[in-house]
């Protein structure tokens, strides 16, 4: 009797064994928020760990034809670590204790990734760990991130005249923006500015750009000093403001040489104003010469009578 309930009591403990298994993640995926970060930025990384047992053929999911099916193959992962380089600084790089992982379900970790100042232009590699399973088994994995200085680029078009009609001190510029990035960017913002000139309006808000996009924005020029011609050319500066993700960025000045359009040559008051006193002294002064000389005239008749 004993032996019987021995044997029992075994084939119990290799039922429960074969029925439920721990098996490592086989699938893990990576994305950060920006994509693609800037010097100085702060990225959330989302590492995804997926258990692609099934997949493989075996596990719960695998299907009556396969030899394990009554088999629930799920995975404890007990410990995540995300290392960070001289350049990419992970913020709390440890998680504990992240529970199971059935067989197609998947289970995601975030991490702050902040990109130090003099981080480098490319992709850089940070190792991630998982310990876990039933035998704490260890695997590696290679998170890339992507890292890119680009800011907003800009360029002159042209600039027109407001109005032929009106003082060659007021005038419109164009611009060209661009967004040269593989990323979006957002609150995208542009601040023009020059010595004794005043821009309508003073900042040109574009808002969300897509990669490659670009906007032909203008902004209208009027001199400030009315003494001056308007007619020599002047340095303008524009700075771009943006945020990517989360992290504000203000991009290098771009600074142009604005020459105001030509303008047909139109009368100048002065000089009309000058014509007009003029034809009215000349009037006047042969007024004055008549009447001198029919004066003469008549004093000259009466004494000959």
Known sequence: MKRILIIILALLITGLAGGYEYRMPVNIQSSTTPAVLMPGDEAILAIQMQNGAAAYGVGKDAGVSSLSSNVLLSTPINRTLLQGTSE???????????????????????????????????TTLLNF???????????????????????????????????????????????????????????????PS????????????????????????????????????????????????????????ESEPYIATYTPPLQADRPNNNLLLMAIGALVLLAAGGYLYRKKRLSKNGDGGKGSS
């Open 194 to 249: 020059a010595q004794g000139m005043r821009f309508s309006p003073e900042r040109y808000y574009i808002g969300t750009m897509d990669p490659d996009e670009v906007f032909t924005i203008s902004f209208g020029v009027e001199y400030t000093d009315l003494g001056k011609t308007a007619r020599n050319p002047s340095n303008v500066s524009f700075v771009a403001e943006f945020k990517n993700g989360d992290t504000w960025h």
């Open 129 to 191: 760990t998982v310990l876990g399973g039933y035998d704490m088994i260890t695997i590696n994995r290679n998170i890339p991130i992507k890292v890119d200085p680009s800011a907003v680029s800009m360029a002159i078009i042209d600039s027109t005249s407001s109005s032929p009609s009106t003082t060659p001190s007021k005038a419109t510029v164009n611009l060209n923006v661009a967004n040269p990035r593989e990323n979006t960017l957002n609150a995208v913002t542009i601040v």
């Open 88 to 122: 990419l600084e992970v913020i709390d790089p440890y998680r504990y204790d992240l529970g199971m992982v059935g067989p197609n379900d998947q289970i995601t970790v975030f991490y702050k990734v902040r990109a130090r100042e003099n981080v480098s232009a490319g």
